[in-house]
């Protein structure tokens, strides 16, 4: 006997709900680097962000003469940390990376919109920038030097 189009239609919801409960936790439990895309993901974020800071007129006097493909490097490696990705930072602590350079909280703000430009740019998620950017705030105070 052949079941009724009504119970296949039963059948069809009733797994098409189980996979997508079985597919949920492993979206959520994606990490913030798989969600920035992981390393090409990043490369690229930290790319624009760079271009952006040393053109943004608040900024860009802040990078004359520095080595921006280490810099790129440097921040691609910290993001990347600090997403749960991979890499390693072996980068100075932040406030002694940015002791000496009187960073002000207009600046702080400044390379942040930038960072978030450039999220927006490659087309990450508000809900992801906000989780990145949630992580990176605290590190004002060890910026912040004047």
């Not at 004359?64 to 493909?69: F, M, Q, R, T």
């Amino acid at each position: 006997m052949r079941p009724s189009r009504s119970n296949r239609l039963v059948a069809f919801c009733y797994l098409t709900a189980m996979i997508t409960a079985l597919a949920r936790p492993a979206i959520a439990d994606a990490t913030l680097y798989d969600q920035l895309g992981g390393q090409a993901g990043l490369t690229t974020i930290v790319r624009h962000m760079v271009d952006l800071v040393t053109t943004d007129p608040r900024t860009k006097d802040d990078f004359d003469n520095i080595n921006l493909d280490r810099l790129r490097g440097r921040i691609r490696d910290f993001l990347c940390h600090v997403a749960d990705g991979p890499c390693i930072y072996k980068g100075r602590p932040m406030a002694a990376a940015h002791e000496g350079l009187d960073l002000t909280q207009a600046k702080f703000n400044a390379v942040a919109e930038d960072l978030q430009t450039a999220m927006e740019q490659v087309g990450i998620p508000y809900r992801t920038q906000n989780r990145l950017m949630a992580r990176l705030a605290p590190l004002e105070r060890n910026i912040v030097t004047k």
